[in-house]
Nanobody, 124 residues
């Protein structure tokens, strides 16, 4: 059983920054991809960014150049640095792991094996 626990959400003014963290525990495979998915009220889930075990990344066009994903394997932690935040970034952000689709398709398919409980990001 895998657990993903997010932290770091909050409220920020437009143009500001936040850093989300996600700690994984349990029966973990080092080849799992990890990423972030967000969902705004009344909207479908949106794949934001994913990172493969070899460090390859894919970003949604809406966040390219503003968000940066990274991970610290020694700390079992995934990060999402969010800069130049916009009101349209407001959403619940979920840490996800174990891609069920190819990396080039996963942000559209949003098909992951493990999900965290989510952390709210509000940009005003």
């Amino acid at each position: 059983h895998v657990q993903l626990v997010e932290s770091g959400g909050g409220s920020v003014q437009a143009g500001g920054s936040l850093r989300l963290s996600c700690v994984h525990s349990g029966y973990w495979h080092s080849n799992y991809c990890m990423g972030w998915v967000r969902q705004a009220p009344g909207k479908e889930r949106e794949g934001v960014v994913v990172i493969a075990d070899d460090g390859t990344t894919r970003y949604a066009n809406s966040v390219k150049g503003r968000f940066t994903i990274s991970k610290d394997n020694a700390k079992n932690t995934l990060y999402l640095q969010m800069d130049s935040l916009k009101p349209e970034d407001t959403a619940m952000y979920y840490c996800v792991a174990r891609c069920w689709s190819k990396l080039e398709d996963i942000l559209v398919d949003v098909d992951f094996g493990y999900w965290g409980q989510g952390t709210q990001v509000t940009v005003s």
